[in-house]
């Protein structure tokens, strides 16, 4: 396989097996554009690791005997990621039609457009579509009509939420790896796209594709709200000592 049109895409998990075997069902059916899958499974107990080779032989597997945080993670599989193009997609999501052949053509359209993202349901303000969507039928019935390649739609924005981002390898190579400072999540796809930003590029939505995100299967797997809001603080606070910028608010690139 020539790797001049390949996407890499990476995807850490922690047990939720049947979560990740609905994802990746669904990438592999609606995904017709090149692709190597890794899949980084930090201490799953639930048998991760053999389904996934049974089901799934192509999927290349980093397999942690320990939780490594989130962007530690990523930096895992995209040191092993043979693609010109990298990606990052939740195991708690479904992946439908055209998904990455749009968000790709973004890349490809805007020379100036480091890293691209769809819509979804449960993402940053910016990307937000309001949708009742919840069983998997219906999800892909409106991905079938929704995600058709519309320039108009696209749009540019200060920030992408991490779920699914898209970029060329350029950009890992120009902007360096995830800050793995931000341990298991929160804040650290808004420091990488904000230094995406502060190298010369842009970052996109692409408004013409939708990914639904479940969202309460995620990776992180938090224990409690009491936990998530306080990996959130703790996160928020170091990337303000990081840039003396607040994450929360427009974040302008200093002249």
């Not at 939420?161 to 298991?184: A, H, Q, Y």
Request: some cysteine; overall charge positive; glycine content about 6%.
């Amino acid at each position: 396989m020539s790797n001049h049109n390949l996407t890499s895409i990476v995807i850490p998990v922690h047990n939720q097996w049947p979560v990740t075997q609905m994802c990746l069902r669904s990438l592999f059916r609606h995904t017709r554009v090149p692709i190597e899958v890794i899949v980084v499974n930090n201490a799953s107990t639930d048998g991760t690791g053999q389904k996934l080779i049974k089901e799934f032989p192509t999927v290349k597997q980093i397999d942690n005997s320990f939780r490594n945080g989130f962007s530690a993670s990523l930096n895992q599989g995209f040191r092993m990621a043979k693609g010109k193009y990298l990606a990052t997609i939740n195991n708690d999501t479904l992946p439908s039609y055209r998904w990455l052949a749009n968000i790709l053509r973004v890349l490809k359209d805007r020379p100036l457009c480091g890293v691209a993202a769809p819509l979804s349901n449960y993402v940053l303000p910016d990307q937000y579509l309001q949708t009742d969507l919840k069983r998997a039928r219906d999800i892909h019935m409106f991905c079938k009509k929704f995600n058709r390649q519309n320039v108009a739609k696209w749009k540019v924005s200060d920030r992408l939420s991490g779920f699914c981002l898209v970029f060329p390898r350029k950009i890992w190579n120009t902007v360096g790896e995830l800050d793995e400072n931000f341990g298991m999540g929160y804040y650290e796809d808004i420091d990488f796209t904000y230094r995406i930003r502060l190298a010369g590029y842009k970052c996109m939505i692409a408004g013409d594709t939708y990914v639904h995100h479940f969202g309460s299967k995620s990776f992180i797997q938090k224990d409690s709200d009491e936990l998530a809001r306080k990996l959130s603080q703790e996160n928020r606070e170091y990337f303000m000592k990081k840039w003396n910028r607040d994450p929360d608010l427009p974040l302008d690139i200093p002249s």
